[in-house]
């Protein structure tokens, strides 16, 4: 990657904030190695499933969402 991707690279996350490291690597033209390898180095990283853990941790314990017949 070039001397001038750090900026470049900070955009695109800001952009696709969910984006695939293999779907940066594609918009950059390189190995998704080297995207991986820039991330680390800028000390750049995202948990992509934060938002469905919160959202399993807002339904309430003990109560099913099944529909039971009887």
């Given at each position: ?35 991986w390898?820039?991330?680390?180095k ?29």
């Amino acid at each position: 990657m070039s001397l001038g991707y750090k900026s470049e690279l900070i955009k695109d996350v800001e952009q696709y904030p969910d984006a695939y490291q293999k779907e940066r690597a594609e918009r950059f033209g390189v190995c998704q190695k080297a995207i991986w390898q820039a991330l680390k180095k800028l000390g750049l990283t995202y948990k992509k499933n934060s938002t469905s853990s919160e959202s399993r941790r807002k339904r309430p314990a003990g109560i099913s969402t099944k529909k039971t017949t009887v």
